[in-house]
């Protein structure tokens, strides 16, 4: 896929990120190339255990035991992330890179008020004063929507509601102006009206700071929503890379193809069954030769069970496919 032009925030090269269990070795991100330009929003995709969010945790350099970045380069800002020592990434992380976790009840401590929480990152990174870092953090929840923002400032996540915890989550990742967000999935579980505050959000907080956004999900409606262009992971890999325009019109890769036919639309009759992909997703300690979704696949050819495709340009779109 050609680049569009503008300089790169963040790229991801060859990335792989296993595990070291019992079982065997698990290659849950296995040569994973990725470009984030600046200002831009980029949505990873795919179904549960396809490794988004271990390429999520690895950029941040948050991966833990028996996890570890065996080889790849993540460059941001001109410096490969994964040759930084720890303090150095501290410095980053929370700062210029922000993630926003899946589930904001596990990421908020229990035992400390919201407004502390922000307070802290904003003293940590920002080197301010007490009363400055607490002004900060009321006027973080005041931009993402929370009203009464000195009152809630006091509260205790349990106090709050989802949606709310939510946005305590975006205040916080954005209170030292990032300029790169990762959205894991940040709007699991919420119900379908915050769901789409929180996208809006999200969208108008973007345009103020110019920030770049890299959006994990696996629901290709937020993907067309909110992202320019989409990458679609599968069993560890990238299995096809486009602009959001030209995958929803022209998906390549049989995976992409099932994904958006087992989307309803408001012409499905109600007693239709939704389209599923058969089959399952390969045993990650013991992969089968050639292409991982060759079991899966509707148009497999004998070359699929054989070679592994490479992830290679046409067009518009990039394709891992002998198709």
Known sequence: MRDGGNSALLEVRGL??????????????????????????????????????????????????????VSGEIWFGGRDLVRLAESEMERIRGNRVSMI????????????????????????????????????????????????PEVRSRAYPYELSGG???????????????????????????????????????KELKRKINMAVLLITHDLG??????????????????????????FKSPRHPYTQGLLESIPTLETPRTQRLNVISGTVPNLVRLPPGCRFASRCPHVMPVCREREPELTCQGATDVACWL
């Open 16 to 69: 792989r990120t296993h595990f070291f269990t019992d079982d065997g070795v698990v290659p849950a991100v296995d040569g994973v190339d990725l470009t984030v330009r600046r200002g831009q929003t980029i949505g990873l995709v795919g179904e549960s255990g396809c490794g988004k969010s271990v390429t999520s945790l690895s950029i941040m350099r948050l991966i833990a035991a028996p996890g570890r970045i």
């Open 164 to 202: 709310m915890r939510q946005r305590v989550m975006i205040a916080m990742a954005l209170s030292c102006d990032p300029e790169l967000l990762i959205a894991d999935e940040p709007t699991t579980a919420l119900d379908v009206t915050i769901q789409a505050q929180i996208l809006e959000l999200m």
């Open 222 to 247: 937020v993907i067309a929503e909110m992202a320019e262009e989409v990458a679609v992971m599968y069993a560890g890999k990238v299995v096809e890379r486009s602009d959001v325009a030209s995958l």
């Open 101 to 148: 976790f899946q589930e904001p009840m596990t990421s908020l401590n229990p035992v400390f008020t919201v407004g502390d929480q922000i307070a802290e990152a904003v003293q940590v990174h920002r080197q301010l004063g007490a009363k400055a870092a607490r002004d900060r953090a009321i006027e973080m929840l005041r931009l993402v929507g929370i009203p009464q």
